[in-house]
């Protein structure tokens, strides 16, 4: 059974930063690609980020490149977020995902998600 689990959301004044994890299981890990999805509030899910499990390449959208970076660790089985820079308008539910590829318009398999809260 596929599992992700995220963690290390919370509240956060603007400006400052958060590190999201996520715990995978259940899959060959290094042969997936693993990604971040957020949906906050009112408004339609968006992709973020992810990262390939072949090569390492990796896609940002345009709303957190620059302020976001993406990576994983094949070894522990981990992807992880570090956001800085935050704005409220990154006030969200984040979900780890993973996919056969790297693609920020869906994924095969999510987590429960972790919220971020960003105040003003």
């Known amino acids: 059974e596929v599992q992700l689990v995220e963690s290390g959301g919370g509240l956060v004044q603007a400006g400052g930063s958060l590190r999201l994890a996520c715990k995978a299981s259940?899959?060959?890990?290094?042969?997936?690609?693993v990604g971040w999805f957020r949906q906050a509030p009112g408004k339609e899910r968006e992709g973020i980020s992810c990262i390939s499990g072949l090569d390492g390449s990796i896609r940002y959208s345009n709303s957190v490149k620059g302020r976001f970076t993406i990576s994983r660790d094949n070894v522990k089985n981990m992807v992880y977020l570090q956001m800085n820079s935050l704005t409220p308008e990154d006030t969200a539910v984040y979900y780890c995902?993973?996919?056969?590829?790297?693609?920020?318009?869906?994924?095969?398999?999510w987590g429960k998600g972790t919220l971020v809260n960003v105040s003003s």
């Open positions: 995902t993973a996919d056969e590829i790297c693609y920020l318009g869906g994924a095969d398999y």
């Open positions: 259940g899959f060959t890990f290094d042969e997936h690609a």
